[in-house]
């Protein structure tokens, strides 16, 4: 049976599709806000989106691999529970350091077992991650039984207020996140993970180190949680081991939307950090519009569903035509 | 450069299967090894436990006389061994260039993928097939993106890309035309003078006596003989491979001239056949009929063949039985008494993980009834694996514990059942072995003697020239010629191939 070939399409042209919608939110949006483009909106702005962000940009590298990892909204709560009871308002810089050494390494160590469990093990990467992301949960529940703490007032305000050179941290931070793609995809590692994502079995025989490869995803992945779960702790400044729930659904959508293909091979950062922010400005949309605020989950799963669904459709119709 | 190779009583099991029971190869630098042996004979095994793909489970592997382990493909090709697979080791989403250097880029000294050395030493690999593509390739190409042959050639360049010392082609032929092989020979030739060793995998007899110095044949796990290529013939190297009995038929049969038929009645017309590749086709094809389909690889063949069962969209005017139809779902095809056998029948023709009665009866379940009557279905199938001989433990197996050969005859069967009046073949007979290709050829003769009208595309010219009634060669799209009788000769169709009747040769 001859498929429409989608994935060349989506590969040649993701980025339009992508700025495209970019455009169309940032236009709804302005007409909602006109003050947008303001420098205090647009901080505020992006700073509400930099999780999703972070988010966005591991979940791309773990599809590309060919996996997919929906704990991490789980992740960012056990970060966010673990900021929040150790540190408090009162910390001194040197333990805000610390700590927040600690919640990388935390992030980490559960993207470690899920790398575990779906590289070695061999194991469903949707189910193990669904079935992880509860552990994670629980484990935040366990740190922080109902919403408190704290976060220290200083770091907390530099997040919120700093904007070098006139511009929000958070664009610092996206072409830090950009960069880092921009390396990685020139070297070997790379090129590996696109090699794994697009065909294991190959990549296998041509002596890519398959497992590695896919483990080192889920640790990328959990990296990047942990750095979204600093970001909303500092953005909260308090803690709430339910706060990373609503944001699993939407880093995929937001790697969809950013052109990445969910069957894994295909794609880049960009798209899905630009998916992100798409995502937050339709999120804006929805509560300028008076907009019950559900709609949001709505509008995220309506998009991965038809992703899911979009080739199946266009080949159904192609083969009705006589 | 020197290597040699050595494979003693080499033992693989999977599960309760015995893959290898004690196999034995051996190879040196300037020599080209022919491994030959049936279908689930175990060569691929062997071959993949010589590339590290495969841990062995008993026996030695001595690599310059030392014992070596290869616990990984990483291992075997620090060694400098090098696989053409069988079924590519491509990445389909990934460029050329990043795919023939996957695993060896070479880097620029900070660490970073050199991508002006990778594009340079593409383009000089792609040159040693140069004037044999259809159009230029590009190294940013996509995998996905070129035909099997091309891609074929692609895993070639692969494989050399890192100047191994060891090369196992395995079925590298199978998807190329004879340009392309010829230049493949021609480049093994340079390997062995370069002192390179050469396993060559394959079931194609010239291919083998044209291009191997020894030979090892491989029978059900064990060798059952090695020895000099020019101190046997093909047919004692068959008899090698194939159990005795079978062995008598294979010979000649297959080659016999063509028939001679009139035709009774049209079963299959087709007037202006187009969709993506198909440029206009017309063909006539008549009962009892079996009508060849030659030609290069994708020239269109697989794209009529999948349109004529609905696969496909296309526009055109199809008449089946004399009554126009157009098909836009294979279910139609079937009700019209149309069947397919496909050529990947590892992704199209089986359910690899179930029995192999359920293979059977997939598309015929709704003639038995609700319930299903199942003593009547076993009893009917076990007329038909009768009929085709198919060696089998039991309808239960799973169809995953056949041999290549005897699953591609679970294929043909599940059609059988239903009877059909039109039997469309997609290459059925690729890396099939020799005694089942020889049941399969007597097969088909007795399905035509049947009144079964059969339009059939093979990629091996030795069987449209021996079996067809008509041969009908297709190039970029169209039928180029139609050969029949007198000039249903191997020059004739290699010519059309070429696209040569009208001096269009590429």
Redesign the interface.
């Known amino acids: ?2 498929k429409i ?1 989608w ?2 399409f989506a ?1 040649q042209r993701p980025y339009l599709f992508t700025l495209f919608l970019l455009f169309l939110a940032v236009v709804v949006n302005f007409i909602f806000q006109p003050n947008l483009f303001d420098r205090s909106t647009l901080n505020s702005n992006m700073r509400v989106f930099l999780p999703s962000i972070f988010l966005a940009a591991g979940q791309a590298v773990v599809l590309i691999g060919g996996g997919i990892d929906i704990s991490v909204g789980s992740i960012v709560s056990i970060v966010n529970a673990l900021l929040a009871t150790q540190l408090g308002t009162e910390a001194s810089p040197e333990k805000t350091a610390l700590w927040l050494g600690i919640a990388l390494v935390m992030g980490m160590l559960c993207g470690a077992v899920n790398g575990f469990f779906t590289a070695y093990l061999r194991l469903q990467p949707i189910i193990t991650t669904y079935a992880t992301s509860f552990l994670f949960a629980g484990i935040a529940l366990y740190i922080l039984p109902s919403p408190g703490g704290g976060i220290p007032g200083a770091i907390s305000s530099f997040y919120r207020e700093a904007t070098p050179l006139g511009l929000p941290l958070a664009f610092y931070i996206i072409f830090l996140i950009l960069l880092g793609w921009i ?1 990685i995809r ?3 590692y ?3 993970l ?2 794994v994502g ?2 294991p ?9 398959v497992n590695s490869i896919q483990f080192s995803t889920y640790v990328i992945s959990g990296l990047m949680a942990a750095l979204a779960g600093i970001a909303i702790s500092l953005l909260t400044s308090s803690g709430n081991a339910e706060i990373g729930d609503q944001l699993t659904l939407a880093s995929v959508s937001a790697v969809v939307i950013g052109g990445t293909a969910l069957r894994g ?2 794609g880049g950062v960009a798209g899905p950090v630009i998916g992100a922010i798409i995502l937050g400005l339709i999120k804006n949309i929805i509560s300028f519009a008076n907009v019950d605020l559900w709609w949001q989950t709505f509008v995220n799963a309506a998009i991965i569903v038809l992703a899911l669904a979009a080739p199946g459709i266009i080949n159904l119709v ?5 | 450069m020197s290597v040699s190779l050595s494979a003693r009583s080499i033992v693989k099991r999977y599960g309760g299967v015995v893959a290898l029971a004690d196999a034995n190869l051996d190879v040196q630098s300037s020599e080209t090894v022919a491994l030959i042996g049936a279908n689930g004979s175990g060569k691929s095994t062997l071959s993949k436990i010589i ?1 590290g ?1 495969v841990v062995l489970d008993g026996g030695q592997l001595l690599l310059d006389g030392k014992t070596v382990h290869f616990s ?3 291992a ?2 620090k060694s400098g061994i090098s ?1 053409v ?1 069988q079924e ?7 460029t050329v260039a ?1 795919n023939i ?3 060896h ?1 070479p ?1 620029k000294r900070n ?3 050199d ?1 002006r050395e990778v594009q340079k030493r593409t383009e000089e690999l792609l040159a040693l097939f140069e004037g044999t593509y259809k159009a230029v390739i590009r190294p940013d190409a ?1 995998i ?2 070129l035909p099997p042959d091309e891609k074929q050639i692609i895993e070639i360049l ?1 494989a050399i890309s890192f100047d191994p010392r060891l090369i196992i082609l395995d079925e590298a032929t199978a998807s190329l035309d004879s340009r392309q092989v010829q230049r493949l020979f021609d480049l093994v030739q340079q390997w062995k003078q370069a002192g390179k060793a050469i396993i060559f995998v394959s079931h194609r007899m010239e291919e083998i006596f044209r291009i191997a110095d020894r030979y090892s044949v491989l029978r059900n796990g064990y060798t059952v003989g090695e020895g000099l290529i020019k101190d046997i013939t093909e047919k004692e190297l068959v008899a090698l491979m194939v159990e005795k009995a079978t062995a008598a038929s294979v010979g000649n049969r297959a080659r016999q001239s063509p028939y001679q038929k009139t035709n009774q009645m049209l079963r299959l017309e087709v007037t202006d056949l187009k969709t ?1 590749l198909l440029k206009g086709v017309n063909l006539q094809l008549g009962d009892g009929e079996l009508l060849g389909i030659g030609g290069l690889k994708g020239q269109g063949q697989r ?1 009529l063949l ?1 349109a004529l069962f609905g ?3 296309y ?1 055109g005017v199809v008449n089946i039985s004399g009554e126009a139809v ?1 098909f ?2 294979s279910r139609q095809a079937i009700q019209k008494g149309v069947a397919l056998v496909p050529g990947e029948r590892t992704k ?1 023709g089986l359910l690899y993980l179930r029995s192999i009665l359920e293979n059977l009866f997939l598309p015929s379940w709704n003639q038995y009834g609700f319930p299903l009557r199942m003593r009547k279905a076993r009893s009917d199938g076990q007329k038909v694996v009768d009929s085709l001989s198919l060696k089998m433990a039991g309808f239960d197996e799973p169809v995953s514990s056949l041999s290549g050969g005897n699953a591609q005859k679970v294929v043909i069967g599940k059609w059988l059942l239903r009877n059909p009046k039109l039997l469309l073949l997609d290459d059925p007979t690729k890396g099939v072995d020799v005694g089942t290709k020889a049941e399969f050829y007597k097969l088909l003769e007795k399905l035509c003697e049947q009144g079964t009208a059969i339009l059939f595309y093979s990629s091996d010219d030795e069987e449209l020239l021996g079996l067809c009634d008509r041969v009908l060669v297709m190039h970029d799209g169209i039928i180029r010629s139609e050969l029949r009788g007198e000039s249903l000769t191997r020059s004739n169709l290699i010519a059309a191939s070429l696209g040569a009747s009208d001096g269009r040769v590429e």
């Open positions: 049976m001859k070939n994935q060349s590969f390396f020139k070297t070997r790379g090129r590996y696109f090699a697009g065909q079995d190959a990549a296998y025989e041509t002596a890519v180190p091979g295909i192609r083969r009705k035509r006589p | 590339n793909v990984s493909p990483q075997a090709r696989t697979f590519l080791s491509l990445v389909p989403q990934m990043e250097w996957l695993a880029e880097l660490g970073l993928v991508s996509t996905a993106s692969k993506d794209d999948l696969d496909i969209p526009t157009h836009t779902h199209e």
